[in-house]
């Protein structure tokens, strides 16, 4: 199992330009989860996701969107980037199993300037 | 909403000494899941232990072991015999038990870098 892969590992964008993150688990996990890390701190939830076709925000949902067609993808998009964005970005997943640990991808660390 | 706080911003240690990293939570739930994860500079999330709330027996994995108070909502970790290895940013986070078919979110302290001194 590859497990869950995030692309690209590191980005820079413009201010004002768009990007999606991309997010693929091979563990068959229905719920999966969108975190940012800024520096220094914890991982704040963005966007998750309990099965194909349903999605909700977390706490910092502004300024992104997410999509849920298949049980293996999660992709995260950026419509208009800000110098907010600037974080590292954690795709993770998990089964519905009680406690069940989240497994997480490597992160995308992405600068928007 | 619950939240997650490990006070402790930055600690250090020589080789092979113990060390505990502090980790509260404010919550109203009777059930719930506790994790730490550890984060080495390579960025990857690892979990290092997981606590069940109706279990009074306190985890162990190796060298890791957990203090869970429930009542004084407190989940600190305990890295006997510490290595170079062991140094990384530890997150404690928190986990409310839904019944079956709600979503489960993991809520994150700020973290602890913890740095190993040879």
């Known amino acids: 199992n590859a497990g869950v892969t995030q692309t690209p590992k590191f980005r820079i964008l413009k201010i004002g330009q768009s990007m999606t993150l991309q997010c693929t688990q091979d563990m068959n996990h229905n719920y999966m989860y969108w975190y940012r890390q800024d520096p220094g701190m914890g991982l704040k939830l963005i966007y998750y996701?309990?099965?194909?076709?349903?999605?909700d925000k977390g706490e910092v949902p502004n300024g992104y969107n997410v999509s849920r067609s298949t049980t293996e993808d999660f992709p995260l998009r950026l419509e208009l980037a800000a110098p907010s964005q600037t974080s590292v970005y954690f795709c993770?997943?998990?089964?519905?199993?009680?406690?069940?640990?989240?497994?997480f991808g490597n992160g995308t660390r992405l600068t928007v300037t | 909403a619950q939240t997650v706080t490990q006070s402790q911003p930055e600690m250090s240690v020589q080789e092979a000494e113990t060390v505990t990293l502090s980790c509260t939570y404010d919550?109203?739930?009777?059930?719930?899941?506790l994790f730490w994860y550890k984060q080495p500079p390579s960025r990857q999330m690892i979990l290092v232990i997981r606590?069940?709330?109706?279990?009074?027996q306190n985890a162990t994995e190796n060298r890791f072991s957990v203090n869970f108070q429930k009542a004084a909502k407190s989940f600190s970790l305990k890295i006997s015999d510490s290595q170079l290895g062991d140094t990384a940013m530890y997150f404690c986070?928190?986990?409310?038990?839904?019944?079956?078919?709600?979503?489960?979110?993991?809520?994150f302290g700020q973290g602890t870098r913890l740095t190993i001194n040879p």
């Open positions: 919550t109203s739930e009777n059930n719930y899941y």
């Open positions: 986070a928190f986990m409310k038990l839904y019944r079956r078919g709600g979503a489960q979110k993991l809520v």
């Open positions: 993770a997943s998990r089964t519905t199993t009680g406690n069940s640990p989240l497994h």
């Open positions: 606590q069940e709330a109706y279990k009074q």
């Open positions: 996701s309990v099965g194909a076709g349903i999605t």
